[in-house]
């Protein structure tokens, strides 16, 4: 039998999913594989996240990607990205922010995705991943950032930053589908309301 702090957790979580559901805001299989993670008790809800650090990111869309790769002075990058697909259509700046998740185990990417849209987040794009590394370019080499992709009719990837002895560099996984993520890593994120461009 569950312990009573897991059973209240546990019916939280429903509560929460049965809103969504009854909202119009999660679909059928999206309800299905909620409801297939909570029996094998790998959904994770705000509990498990640990070091939600917030930081405010101004986003100035007048860079081009390339512009802001190079003042990022990044030592090692990626040869996989296809730059030119990631550039925003938007003019003009906003301030999101930014939150840093990371978790208190080994998780699958597909955890952490489901785990974040049950929570209204999303993963930062790309341009704001840049955008971040620029202003903010020690927290990389503490431990590494990263964030998800998930391109039309292809699996989704993974971008990030990380670093050592004051070398940063941006790494890219094409694939992502079984990969377990270190429990140190970091996970960009921003709410659902700042949408992408």
């Given at each position: 039998m569950l312990p009573e702090h897991e059973r209240a957790r546990l019916s939280k979580r429903l509560a929460d999913i049965a809103e969504k559901a009854?909202?119009?805001?999660?679909?059928?299989?999206?309800?299905?594989?909620?409801l297939k993670l909570i029996a094998e008790g790998k959904l994770l809800d705000s509990n498990s996240w640990v070091n939600g650090k917030s930081f405010p990111l101004m986003i100035n869309y007048n860079y081009s990607i390339r512009e802001l790769l190079m003042s990022g002075s990044y030592s090692l990058v990626a040869s996989t990205i296809d730059f030119?697909?990631?550039?925003?259509?938007?003019?003009?700046?906003?301030?999101?922010?930014?939150?840093?998740?990371?978790?208190?185990?080994?998780?699958?990417?597909?955890?952490?995705?489901?785990?974040?849209?049950?929570?209204?987040?999303?993963?930062?794009?790309?341009?704001?991943?840049?955008?971040?590394?620029?202003?903010?370019?020690?927290e990389q080499l503490i431990s590494r950032i990263a964030t998800f992709h998930s391109p039309?009719?292809?699996?989704?990837?993974?971008?990030?930053?990380?670093?050592?002895?004051?070398?940063?560099?941006?790494?890219?996984?094409?694939?992502?589908?079984?990969?377990?993520?270190?429990?140190?890593?970091?996970?960009?994120?921003?709410?659902?309301?700042?949408?992408?461009?």
């Open positions: 009854e909202n119009g805001h999660l679909p059928f299989f999206k309800l299905m594989d909620a030119p697909s990631f550039q925003p259509t938007a003019i003009g700046s906003q301030v999101v922010q930014v939150r840093l998740f990371h978790f208190s185990r080994e998780i699958e990417s597909q955890e952490i995705l489901d785990a974040f849209q049950s929570a209204s987040y999303r993963p930062i794009t790309l341009f704001e991943l840049l955008a971040f590394g620029m202003q903010y370019p020690k039309e009719n292809s699996p989704p990837e993974a971008f990030l930053l990380y670093g050592r002895f004051h070398q940063r560099s941006l790494g890219h996984y094409r694939a992502i589908g079984g990969m377990k993520w270190p429990k140190d890593s970091r996970f960009a994120v921003v709410k659902d309301e700042f949408k992408t461009f």
